[in-house]
């Protein structure tokens, strides 16, 4: 039953002092963080928590790691059409973490915490006997009254997703069996590309403004498309539909899907996209659509709310569509 | 690798959600709590991990464990002057962890967040094959400009702490050691008040108001009375002085010093107190005794700061005291 003694101060001065440069951090000298929250601003506050052997192999590289752990909550920040303001990170470490583990840990935090302007506050390290466990929380501000709900959605309302679908879901995969038939096609590009989706998730950032001023409901895709879909149908009270032909997938995903069709059921619903659905109405779709475009950020429409409740994925002949595992596409 | 899948909304629906009243937390249905700052407000930041094994014992009752994880945050908040306005929780969990620690655990988060005024906004559960592990992020409000630092303190201030010392490192041995003859001569009632202390920290939120109108720096001891006084008059860039017969022991921490001597450097120097070390500009002194007495949390004053560096802590003779383990008073 340890206290954090002056063996943590030394740590966070020597891994943390360096990459928490704004002011509210306080040099890290203090037990808090100050935060001057921005005027006419609503805060929006996610948390979560990455553990060694179940949201990241113990082998990546320490940076990938701590990009993941903060990129994970931006994700969150970005489909409530946040902007950040700053993080605390906890962060449970086995004795014996090697100096170098914690150098590229912290410098990847830190070069993260710069590229999304969300600077490191504070936070806390402790010692465990279980795995590395890290553990984020994120704040960020919207303009009040403009925080993007995922209750929001209504029967009749356009179904969009950005990005490509399913493709750290197939990375997982190819991680774990490469010499599987289904990526014995693939370049070398498409492979690497698929695995760097797994092992860095890109929060959609640029288009938090975009969700503020036309989206009715939305969320990050983390735990799979058809999943978080249905999560988010349910939360607003209607039903929707989606064609599975119309999910946005990448080159690389079309080819593993091509060479093993079962892998469309892990696209749709795999997790660590980390891109984001959004409900928008259909009078909004063309602006929409437009200034996302404009932020840099593609948006595929994938289909239609209605009344009732319940989501049905279809294939390209309307039918329901086998999502494997025994269940069926009606959640 | 996993997600978060269906089964942590029905955790989160049993276990979670009914303690999760206010309307920030939106139900817990999205993925982000919202956060309105009260109106001429600056935010105060903190967050603490705790491991099963190393901050608290495994068997602790789950209530107790859940009560800790909070209160040690809210001790953070104390000591800066803020008020709590709401918290943010983070579990790491083994399988198979029982349904009723789960449930005892919840319940206790949930009495605590009420009789703190300390909503619970949001969080994270996920699955661990190490130690239950819990991260908590409170925030709190103070108006603007009145936090109060680690680095405030100047030369010739008064050093306060609050309540008694070395009750929590005591009640840690006489868990740990319950046959030692230190404890042989105490009470029942004596030593029940130790154990509690180590298990149950109160954080001193009473003393905030009071803390903000007087105190030039404070903060909270969690790592033991003479390191983090060390840390916080280094932080300030002055030195200081504490008579060892000034600082307030209990009844049962008196009792079991007198049957080992030995004990008083355990309590100096040993951790988990959360009562607030203070330090507060002379001229202040009378009044800020006064409505600490009002708010109903003793202070007492054990030295004062001085030029230079580092703190010496005497003995009746005004003798450096050895606080043993080879390390001497001079810090």
């Known amino acids: ?28 000298l203090d037990d808090a963080a ?25 082998d990546d590289p320490p940076a990938a790691i701590a990009r993941k752990a903060l990129r994970v909550n931006l994700s969150d920040l970005a489909a409530k059409g ?10 449970a470490l086995p004795k014996g973490t090697p100096d170098a583990w914690m150098e590229a840990f912290a410098a990847g935090l830190g070069a993260d915490a710069e590229a999304f302007s969300c600077p490191i ?21 919207v303009p009040k009254g403009e925080f993007v709900p995922r209750t929001g959605a209504q029967a009749g309302m356009a179904i969009f997703v950005s990005g490509t ?22 370049s070398g590009e498409q492979r690497a590309h698929l695995l760097d989706r797994y092992l860095n998730p890109q929060p959609r950032l640029a288009l938090a403004r975009v969700l503020r001023r036309h989206a009715a409901s939305a969320m990050d895709v983390s735990d799979g498309l058809v999943g978080d879909l249905a999560k988010m149908l ?46 928008v109405p259909h009078a909004a779709v063309p602006q929409f659509t437009f200034e996302a475009a404009q932020a840099g950020v593609p948006v595929a429409l994938i289909g239609e709310t209605r009344a009732g409740s319940g989501l049905d994925v279809t294939d390209a002949g309307g039918h329901p569509l086998d999502l494997g595992s025994g269940s069926y596409s009606h959640f």
Do not use: N, W
């Not at 902007?83 to 962060?91: E, H, K, T």
């Not at 465990?128 to 890290?134: F, N, Q, Y």
């Not at 679908?165 to 693939?186: T, Y």
């Not at 079309?254 to 660590?272: E, I, Y």
């Open 121 to 141: 506050l504070g936070g806390d390290t402790v010692s465990t006997p279980g795995p590395v466990t890290i553990t984020i929380t994120a704040l960020g501000a």
């Open 1 to 28: 039953m340890e206290g954090g003694g002056s063996g943590e101060d030394r740590f966070i001065a020597r891994y943390f002092r360096p990459i928490a440069g704004s002011q509210g951090a306080l040099g890290l």
């Open 234 to 279: 349910a939360a607003s009270g209607c039903g929707g539909k989606v064609e599975a032909r119309r999910v946005p997938l990448s080159a690389a995903a079309v080819a593993a899907v091509k060479a093993d069709p079962g892998l469309l059921a892990v696209a749709l619903s795999g997790g660590d996209d980390y891109e984001i659905l959004a409900c």
């Open 82 to 91: 946040a902007a950040p303001v700053g993080a605390l990170m906890a962060i």
């Open 34 to 58: 100050l935060l001057s929250p921005p005027e006419g601003c609503d805060l929006v506050l996610t948390k979560d928590a990455v553990v060694a052997g179940v949201h990241f192999f113990p």
């Open 165 to 186: 679908i399913g493709d750290a879901a197939l990375g997982l995969r190819l991680r774990q069996d490469g010499d599987a038939p289904a990526f014995a096609g693939l």
